[in-house]
Structures are given as structure tokens and as C-alpha cells.
């Protein structure tokens, strides 16, 4: 039996192994990984302590327990961390909020400028879920859904046992209170009190909301229409699929996609011709 391989990367075919491989070809090689995710790293790691710190000078608003105490500032150094990272990943609770003209200035630049940011890193982090789950395919099967469910439910059940036991919320609370964090809806007529329930939160939309991001996208996979031509490979467990509207035309041409003949007999794959050659050339 004989299926086509399509796979497109400057021009040049790969016959991978494995994911693993996959993945490290297309971030290139160990200096691309390294690259990739130290940049990111680095990047909302600055933005979050550059916006809470700025956030921290900004809020001037202070509360005296008693007459003749010393006054203290309302929001401390870690609230501030705590709020801005509840801005980056748009939960938005609404327990901490600028309470001056300068700090809503603020907030409104630093909500458009870590927006896009924190996704790109929350994608980052749903890939190498991805990697780990040991999938490649462009479009997500059933299995692919039922194992990322099974991840979700693992994660909301450790989030809704933490929360209950930290905040010390009845389960249903706990519960609600996981997955609203965990969706970014964030009500907030439940909200982390303690300053271990805030870490933990933070722990928790980190872990949660890559892992719902991919669920939802094997959901949109599993009911989209099927492209016009869809390409698959099987080779030592591993699956390939990668759809082209129209092959031949102007601009397959112009993007280097190779094609090479694979013949599959008992299990075992190779190549028919040592060599391939770009499509339309």
C-alpha cells in the first residue's frame, strides 16, 4: 500500500522517527528550543514584574487599622504581582483594581501590550503538552480529544482539592471556583483570600488554560468539514496529515513542498526513490 508524504519545511523532506524529532527540526534544532522558549521566558517574566511593579508605585491609596496607627499601602508588593498576572490572563476577579486616574492609564497599555504575549507563551506550553501526549497531526481524532479531557479533568481535580483545602471551601465552591479560574471567566464572587489560595490560582491558570485551549482545538478539528485532500503517512506509529486545496498550482510551487512516494509492506516503510523532487518542477 502506498500513501503520499507532503511535509513542508524550507524545501526539504523529513522522515522522522518520531514527534520528538519533529518538533525539534521545526524549532531549529537545540538552538531554536533554547531560543524559543528562553526569549519567551524572559519576555513575560519582564512584563509581569515591570507591570507590577509599576502598578505598585502607581497605587498610592493607603488604609490605617486604627487611629494613631501606622498606615500602610492597600496594595502590597505581592498583591501587585497577583493582579497583574489576573491581568495577563484576563481572569479578572475584581478584588484588586486601580484605584487612580494613572493606574487605569497603565492598565490599559499593559493589558494591550501582555495580551498577546502571555498567549503566545500559554501556546508554547500547550505544544509541549502536546509533545508529551506523542501526537502530529493536523487534525485531532476522538482518542486525541478523550486523552485531553482525561488531562483536563486530572488538572480541575487537583485545582478544586487544592483550592478546597487552602481556601477552605466546601467542594462545590472549590469547584466552581477552579473552573471559573481555569476558563478565564472569573466572576468574582469567589476569589483566593489567602496568599497561598493566590499562588496556587496562579499555579492553576498556568496548568489550565493551555490544556483547555487544547481541547477546544481538537473540538474544532473533530468538527470541521474534511479538506478537499488530505495526505497521510504512517510510519513506525507515527501519523501525518497535512491538506493542500490545490496541488500543483502557483503557489504550492513556490512554497517548496516536496513530494515523496512511501511504500508500506508489512509494517515496514522506505522510500522508493533515494531522491524527491519539488511538486510542478
Known amino acids: 500500500m502506498g500513501v503520499l508524504y507532503l511535509f513542508v519545511r524550507d524545501g526539504k523532506v523529513f522522515i522522522p522517527p518520531s ?14 528550543v533554547r531560543l524559543s522558549v ?4 524572559a519576555c513575560i517574566l519582564a512584563l509581569w514584574s515591570i ?5 505598585y508605585a502607581l497605587e498610592q491609596e493607603y488604609v490605617c487599622e486604627d487611629e494613631g496607627s501606622d498606615c ?12 497583574a498576572f489576573i491581568t495577563l490572563s484576563t481572569i479578572g476577579y475584581g478584588d484588586i483594581v486601580p484605584s487612580n486616574l494613572y493606574s487605569k492609564l497603565f492598565l490599559v497599555v499593559f493589558a494591550f501590550l501582555g495580551l498577546g504575549l502571555f498567549s503566545t507563551f500559554l501556546d508554547v506550553m500547550g505544544s509541549w503538552r502536546t509533545s508529551l501526549l506523542q501526537h502530529l497531526k ?3 481524532s476522538f482518542g486525541d ?3 485531553a479531557m482525561i488531562v483536563l479533568l486530572v488538572v480541575l481535580g487537583a485545582g478544586t482539592m487544592g483550592l478546597s483545602w487552602i481556601e477552605d471551601l466546601e467542594m462545590v465552591d472549590a469547584l466552581y471556583l477552579c473552573v471559573a479560574s481555569a476558563t478565564t471567566v472569573g466572576y468574582g ?3 483566593p483570600l489567602t496568599f497561598q489560595g493566590k499562588v496556587f490560582v496562579i499555579a492553576l491558570a498556568m496548568c489550565s488554560i493551555s490544556t483547555i485551549g487544547y481541547v477546544t482545538s481538537c473540538v474544532g478539528d473533530l468538527i470541521q468539514p474534511d479538506s478537499d485532500t488530505a495526505v497521510t503517512l504512517t510510519r513506525h506509529g507515527l501519523h501525518v496529515e497535512r491538506s493542500f486545496d490545490r496541488l500543483g498550482s502557483e503557489e504550492t510551487r513556490r512554497s517548496g513542498v516536496c513530494l515523496c512516494w512511501i511504500v508500506s509492506s508489512e509494517g515496514e516503510a522506505e522510500s522508493k526513490n533515494s531522491r524527491c523532487r519539488p511538486l510542478g518542477r
Open 145 to 147: 480529544l478523550l486523552e
Open 138 to 140: 493536523t487534525r485531532a
Open 72 to 83: 500602610k499601602k492597600k496594595v502590597q508588593l505581592f498583591d501587585a504581582f497577583y493582579f
Open 38 to 41: 528562553s526569549r519567551l521566558s
Open 51 to 55: 507591570g507590577a511593579l509599576v502598578f
Open 189 to 191: 464572587d469567589l476569589k
Open 19 to 32: 514527534f520528538w524529532k519533529v518538533s525539534w527540526l521545526s524549532a531549529g534544532g537545540s538552538a531554536g
